[in-house]
């Protein structure tokens, strides 16, 4: 899936936001500044979320409440290279019934992660698109080429 704008990637995940069955996981992997955190902030306004959804890099995770019960947890594991302490509230968040999980920068925590999470990669394309790649589970319907 290819998506010409940062508007396009925002109104995408705010549709799938808007339709996904709790509990979910997903796995966002791909370079700085490729759109993981725009997919993230599309995916709390579909849940309904009003706050502000910023990057986790300093603080590692971020909680945001959902409007039905639940909550968007969004982990961002960049500068970690052992999880530590982390593992075990990731553990605890994947457990949780009415959660949304968002791990970005994954790798170091993957062993934790259900085969059933959503895989997505993210590539920013030479004429500054994004193009999303679905692993794991059927790519939904959206914009492409």
């Known amino acids: ?3 010409a704008t940062e508007a396009e990637l925002l109104s995408f995940a705010q549709s799938l936001g808007a339709s996904l069955a709790l509990p979910a996981v997903f796995e966002l992997v791909g ?4 759109g993981k955190t725009t997919f993230t902030r599309g995916l709390a306004l579909g849940l309904g979320i009003k706050a502000s959804v910023t990057s986790p890099s300093f603080t590692l995770s971020k909680r945001y409440a959902l ?5 968007l947890i969004h982990y961002d594991f960049y500068r970690l290279t052992d999880p530590g302490l982390m ?3 990731l553990a605890e968040a994947l457990e949780a019934p009415s959660s949304v999980v968002v791990v970005e920068w994954g ?3 993957a062993d ?3 085969a059933s999470r959503t895989k997505i990669t ?3 394309l030479s004429d500054g698109s994004r193009e999303l ?4 589970q059927p790519e939904p319907e959206g914009k492409s080429r």
């Open 122 to 124: 993210f590539r920013i």
């Open 1 to 3: 899936m290819i998506f």
């Open 107 to 109: 790798d170091s925590v």
């Open 31 to 34: 370079d700085v500044g490729a």
């Open 67 to 71: 409007p039905r019960g639940g909550e």
């Open 112 to 114: 934790l992660l259900p």
């Open 87 to 89: 593992s075990f509230e």
């Open 133 to 136: 790649k679905f692993n794991g």
